[in-house]
């Protein structure tokens, strides 16, 4: 399979702790991007990547979360000192850019709960 | 991006055609029309994307209004597997600006044995 993976696929953590999250876009895509859903709402855009330059960042992206792409391939999403609010769909998603279309693949995103 | 409104949810009968609306009247003229869809606990799936003109392809079509206000997708002969959350979303082309897809709350669509 050569689409979107995410590890974990799920997570239950204690409030207070440290998660990371990992994303493999699919292969010589250029762009990544970090978005969260809540239950019962559409995705929301967190952050994206232009290969290694993390190009943009939303307001929801608070100073405990950060993303890192360091060689443009994976990428990571931290978040440190977890609270119950961060309990979500973490998804991820690629693209390539500069072909015309710019259609972002999604993976099977990662649930994360805090207790 | 251009906001869009959506029908909450809708029912379509096994093997009906389903037709999804969308309304998007203050989409700017670099904007185009994109669908996604999202079946439970998975992550959103690209159906299809237009401009101005209507589009087919293996999974769906996609038919844009005249002044390009409202679109509908069109499931052709929806299956129990296609019943999810349909997500209508209008963004900037690839030159711009057109980095995030902003997601609304989407249409609930139950296919009905």
């Known amino acids: 399979d050569t689409g979107v993976s995410q590890d974990p696929r799920h997570k239950i953590t204690k409030r207070g702790q440290n998660v990371t999250f990992r994303c493999d876009p699919i292969?010589?895509?250029?762009?990544l991007y970090w978005y969260r859903q809540t239950l019962g709402q559409g995705p929301e855009f967190l952050t994206y990547f232009q290969n290694e330059a993390q190009l943009e960042k939303s307001r929801l992206l608070s100073d405990r979360f950060s993303a890192e792409r360091p060689k443009g391939s994976f990428s990571t999403l931290e978040i440190q000192r977890t609270e119950q609010g961060d309990s979500a769909m973490y998804l991820c998603?690629?693209?390539?850019?500069?072909?015309?279309?710019?259609?972002?693949?999604f993976g099977p995103g990662t649930r994360l709960t805090v207790l | 991006d251009a906001k869009t409104t959506q029908p909450p949810s809708m029912d379509c009968a096994e093997g009906r055609a389903a037709n999804l609306p969308c309304n998007h009247s203050t989409i700017s003229g670099n904007e185009y029309v994109y669908w996604y869809r999202q079946i439970h606990s998975q992550g959103p799936q690209y159906i299809i994307h237009?401009?101005?003109n209507n589009e087919t392809n293996e999974m769906a079509s996609l038919i844009i209004t005249e002044d390009r206000k409202s679109s509908t997708l069109i499931l052709p002969h929806a299956t129990l597997r296609d019943t999810a959350v349909y997500y209508c979303i209008v963004r900037a082309g690839e030159n711009f600006g057109n980095e995030k897809l902003t997601f609304g709350t989407g249409t609930r669509l139950t296919i009905i044995p």
């Open positions: 998603a690629s693209s390539l850019y500069g072909t015309g279309g710019n259609e972002q693949f």
């Open positions: 292969s010589e895509h250029n762009r």
């Open positions: 237009g401009l101005k």
